[in-house]
């Protein structure tokens, strides 16, 4: 497997830089959540440092299995997408973003080769005893990033669909009904029949990251932030992108089993803040119809991986959620 792949980022580099571009070292193959990667060190290209991704899915749980399965059209897209932002964030000129540059589509491996940029995810900026305002400013370009990755292709603004939006919330609060306190069930039954009344309200869609989160920020050696595994298969709704990950910010496990610790919600609620306010997207009228949502999915998810058992670890969690869930829906209902 190694030489197939050794050989197929050869060739790629060829075939992009010319002869004089070789493979200098080849890294060890490491797993992750959906894919794997093997760093390359290559001689004759303007990126020395270089990744080679290849997907894995629930019927390819190997590299062999991956490397010699169909054609993923998913990996297509992920590939197409890194190049349209990269493209975006060039045109932007905001010294403040950087970009993931993408080198090939390895057919013969079912992956892709693309630049590797040394830096850490987002979340690892809110360990304790980082400094807040720097904090902040990474969130404020992380929100601007999402607007430049939101204004690729052809973005418009067209009617929000309610009655779809309505059916689909009211399947969440039956699940809820019979796994969940009943505060959950009852403020997704509120937001069904806010989305009723919101029919036709405009919203915008368009190009979307998919699955932005505070893991597919990355933050390189001097504070630029770039934007990791997109999933352009999404969409086209924009503003569950914003809210989505607001909700992470604001609301992830690890934040709600530690609350109140040093006053490390009142920053992430700032930090949450800014990124709505990088992304331009605050003033949007749907937005607090999706963030509201969001929450109620949010809290869906946590008991049911729970399986509705009672956890020491889970009282803040439902402390907090449904305190905001409950404002919020009623919120939208006034």
Excluded: C
Aim: charge should be neutral.
């Amino acid at each position: 497997m190694i030489e197939q792949i050794r050989t197929a980022v050869a060739g790629a580099l060829r075939e992009r830089y010319g002869a004089g571009a070789t493979i200098q070292r080849l890294g060890t193959t490491s797993q992750r959540a959906w894919s794997w990667q093997i760093i390359v060190r290559a001689e004759g290209v303007p990126h020395p440092d270089l990744l080679v991704k290849v997907p894995r899915w629930d019927d390819a749980p190997t590299l062999e299995l991956a490397m010699s399965a169909d054609e993923q059209p998913a990996i297509i897209a992920e590939f197409d997408m890194l190049k349209a932002i990269a493209e975006a964030v060039d045109d932007s000129g905001d010294p403040g973003l950087t970009k993931v540059e993408p080198i090939a589509y390895l057919g013969a491996i079912n992956g892709m080769l693309m630049q590797h940029v040394e830096g850490q995810p987002l979340r690892r900026s809110l360990r304790l005893g980082v400094n807040p305002t720097k904090v902040e400013a990474l969130f404020r370009r992380a929100g601007h990033l999402a607007a430049v990755v939101h204004q690729i292709g052809d973005p418009q603004r067209r009617p929000f669909d309610g009655a779809t939006a309505s059916t689909m919330t009211s399947g969440l609060a039956t699940q809820a009904a019979s796994i969940a306190p009943a505060a959950l069930s009852d403020s997704l039954r509120r937001i069904a029949a806010a989305a009723v009344e919101m029919d036709g309200a405009d919203e915008p869609i368009g190009t979307v990251h998919g699955d932005l989160n505070l893991g597919n920020v990355l933050v390189d050696r001097v504070g630029r932030v770039a934007l990791i595994d997109p999933n352009p298969t999404e969409g086209p709704h924009q503003l569950p992108d914003i809210a989505r990950f607001v909700g992470e910010v604001r609301f992830e496990k690890r934040r709600l089993a530690t609350a109140g610790l040093m006053g490390r919600i009142t920053a992430r609620d700032r930090w949450a803040a800014a990124f709505e306010d990088g992304s331009g997207r605050g003033d949007e009228p749907m937005l607090a119809f999706y963030q509201t949502l969001e929450l109620g999915e949010r809290w869906l998810r946590i008991e049911t991986e729970s399986r509705g058992l009672r956890r020491l670890g889970l009282v803040p969690a439902r402390r907090l959620l449904g305190r905001e869930l409950s404002q919020r829906a009623a919120a939208l209902g006034g």
